[in-house]
């Protein structure tokens, strides 16, 4: 009986529309789109990181029930022995082997892809922070003249406080040279309505940003240059699979035609067993007739003996 591989199927489908959502590759039209829309599911947005790494789960899942579902029948070598109704043949083992090594290297490409896409999240969120407390560290800088105004103000205040006559007497030198003294002013009001007015990054810090951002480029390369070792090395795990599920499935082969010998030798043992056995009543039959015949003649010749004399 054909085993039904639909669950495969729909899992398959599934894997290949979350792959090409997770790489951002638009769905074509045609035949291919109205396939794609027979398993298209409500819209939804592309920056949906849970929703999408919930959907691989749920599709890892369908595929384990599918194969815990014909464990037994996919496992079991001597099916031929067993009546038509659980019977799964070679051809649908080597369907799934295929349906199953292409499903599961779709799910790594789309978690690969969904694990680059929450490190790019994560850089970024940290980047933005940083950059936010640079530029509030450095307007905080340039604030800083105002508490030192503060202070001179109150210790100015302390020592008008304390030398009442002192400021009487120096008021009207005050008021003889007021230019002078808003002149001397005026200068540190500029310098700190200038510095509370400048937001752009100077060219220090434009030249360290493009620094780091250089060294997480080569990190990130580096990252990308490991994952392509990693899926070469799994591609080359998944051949070296297929090559011993091949020399399995022919250690298969010569263990059932041992098995037939065996069976054959068994036969033919049983047989010579039975010829022994008869060969050995009539040896003893024909050791009975050979004393019988002996005692018959000692018994003539006893009485050839008793007669002449």
């Known amino acids: 009986m054909a085993v039904d591989i639909t669950l495969l199927f729909r899992a398959s489908v599934k894997t290949v529309k979350t792959r090409n959502k997770a790489l951002g590759v ?9 396939r794609d829309e027979l398993f298209r599911r409500s819209p939804r947005p592309k920056g949906d990181f849970s929703s999408r790494a919930r959907e691989v789960i749920s599709h890892i899942g369908k595929l384990r029930d599918f194969l815990l579902e014909h464990r037994k029948d996919y496992i079991n070598a001597y099916s031929h022995t067993m009546s038509e109704y659980g019977r799964m043949t070679d051809t649908e083992r080597d369907q799934i082997d295929q349906d199953a090594q292409i499903f599961m290297r779709t799910c790594s490409e789309a978690i690969q892809q969904l694990r680059t896409e929450g490190v790019c999240k994560l850089y970024s969120e940290q980047r ?12 905080l800088s340039k604030l800083e003249p105002e508490p030192n105004t503060k202070t001179r103000e109150s210790t100015s205040s302390e020592k008008v406080s304390q030398s009442p006559s002192k400021d009487s007497e120096e008021n009207p030198a005050t008021e ?44 990130m390369n580096s990252l990308f240059d490991e994952v392509r070792q990693i899926e070469g090395r799994v591609v080359e795990i998944s051949r070296l ?38 060969a ?11 004393l019988f015949f002996l005692v018959m003649c000692s018994f003539s010749l006893l009485f050839l003996d008793w007669y002449d004399s």
Do not use: C, Y
Not at 26 to 34: K, L, N, P, W
Not at 128 to 139: F, H, L, M, Q, Y
Not at 177 to 204: F, M, N, R, Y
Not at 280 to 290: D, H, L, M, S, T
């Open 26 to 34: 638009a769905v074509g039209g045609g035949v291919d789109g109205s």
């Open 128 to 139: 933005a922070i940083r950059v936010k407390r640079v530029v509030d560290k450095k307007r």
């Open 176 to 219: 003889e040279h007021p230019e002078k003294i808003l002149a001397e002013t005026q200068p540190e009001l500029g310098t700190w309505g200038d510095g509370k007015g400048e937001d752009e990054l100077s060219p220090e810090e434009i030249q360290m940003f493009e620094q780091e951002n250089q060294r997480l480029i080569g990190e």
């Open 241 to 278: 699979q297929e090559i011993f599920t091949e020399k399995v499935l022919q250690q298969e082969a010569e263990i059932d035609s041992i098995h037939q010998l065996v069976v054959g030798a068994t036969e033919n043992i049983k047989e010579g067993n039975e010829d022994i056995r008869e």
């Open 280 to 290: 050995i009543k009539n040896n003893a039959g024909f050791r009975v007739w050979i």
